[in-house]
Every structure is written in structure tokens, then in C-alpha cells.
Nanobody, 119 residues
Framework: VQLQASGGGLVQPGGSLRLSCAAS????????MRWYRQAPGKQRELVAQITRGGSTNYADAVKGRFTISRDNAKNTMYLQMNSLKPEDTAIYYCNADIRPNWHTLREYWGQGTLVTVSS
């Protein structure tokens, strides 16, 4: 099982980006999915999470600006980031609880995608 994050890049303050995270491999089902980020010199922090049923939760710093979503048919999660600020600059990682078979549940991490917010 692999998680592949994409969509990062350089954007000006106030701009938008959409991150994607695609799960592939031997997948029975995917439970909760999450986006984390790690800024230079800081600890990794949870940005947003979404259950299989679509319930969401956000860090206070991104509420009202970021939207997490998923397409269960495509095993893909998204993070729409609007009104970006320089303090959103970080490597963004996707994370998911995945069952490769009905009796096993494991946590998987993607490789990260860099988001830089700068003028």
C-alpha cells in the first residue's frame, strides 16, 4: 500500500492550492484520512482529518480557509487551501488508516509535498 501526495508548489499570500493524496496497492478499505504539516524548525501538526463517512475536523489555524474531502471510489483525499498565509508554508503529509485485508488495520504515510507561501 502506498500514499502519494501531490499538488504542492509556490503560491502568493492570499492564493489557493489543492493537494491530493492517492492510495494505491492492496486495499480492502480506508478508514480515517488526515493531512499533517511540518514547518521548518517545528513539530509535525495535524491540519485536518476526515472519516470514511465524511465527518471532518480542522486545526484552529486553518478553520474557514482549508477544506478536506475524499472520494472513496478513487481512494483519494484532497485538501483545498484558500487564503493562504506565509505561516502555512510547510511540507504537507497525508496519512491514513488502511485495511490491506479485513483483519488488519495499519497507519500509512505519504512522502510529503512542499507548500511555499511567499511573495
Amino acid at each position: 500500500v502506498q500514499l502519494q501526495a501531490s499538488g504542492g508548489g509556490l503560491v502568493q499570500p492570499g492564493g489557493s492550492l489543492r493537494l491530493s493524496c492517492a492510495a494505491s496497492g492492496n486495499i480492502f478499505s480506508i478508514s480515517d484520512m488526515r493531512w499533517y504539516r511540518q514547518a521548518p524548525g517545528k513539530q509535525r501538526e495535524l491540519v485536518a482529518q476526515i472519516t470514511r463517512g465524511g465527518s471532518t475536523n480542522y486545526a484552529d489555524a486553518v478553520k474557514g480557509r482549508f477544506t478536506i474531502s475524499r472520494d472513496n471510489a478513487k481512494n483519494t483525499m484532497y485538501l483545498q487551501m484558500n487564503s493562504l498565509k506565509p505561516e502555512d508554508t510547510a511540507i504537507y503529509y497525508c496519512n491514513a488508516d488502511i485495511r490491506p485485508n479485513w483483519h488488519t488495520l495499519r497507519e500509512y504515510w505519504g512522502q510529503g509535498t512542499l507548500v511555499t507561501v511567499s511573495s
